[in-house]
């Protein structure tokens, strides 16, 4: 399942050169994920409600083309990988008027309680688990 999100880049995520500064991909990449849960029923409220929490443990961008004030950019997120611990998304993002690609990006997450402990959701959460594990894309 991919799902996508679109942005229009706003003018305070540009720099001096009028390029959306480069922090701003991972910040886009955070709302197609938020996105991406709520659509599959698993807000995060929900799920901080629940006690799960998925820190990011390691992220990859890798940029294409340049972005500028007032462009649209579609961002796609899908489950590339999760084995019951370990969460990875891929993200594939496109200038939506021209769809060329402007970067394609990874970001890797865990599930622990609120106490940092790892969770390991097959046991714990049995539906979130299998949910999950449906939505894996190769």
């Not at 399942?1 to 942005?7: G, Q, S, T």
């Not at 004030?69 to 990988?81: A, G």
Request: a negative charge.
């Amino acid at each position: 399942m991919m799902e996508y999100i679109i942005h229009k880049v706003q003018y305070y995520e540009t720099d001096k050169m009028g390029i959306t500064h480069h922090s701003n991909y991972i910040r886009w990449m955070e709302e197609a994920r938020v996105d991406f849960f709520e659509k599959i029923g698993y807000d995060y409220s929900r799920l901080e409600t629940e006690g799960i929490i998925s820190p990011v443990v390691g992220v990859e961008c890798n940029y294409k083309l340049s972005t500028k004030f007032e462009d649209t950019v579609e961002i796609k997120v899908r489950i590339k990988e999760f084995k019951g611990v370990k969460l990875v998304f891929e993200y594939l993002m496109k200038n939506a008027k021209t769809n060329e690609i402007v970067a394609e990006a990874s970001s890797k997450h865990c599930f622990v309680n609120n106490e940092g402990r790892p969770i390991i959701l097959k046991k714990e959460f049995p539906e979130l688990d299998q949910k999950l594990k449906e939505l894996v894309e190769t």
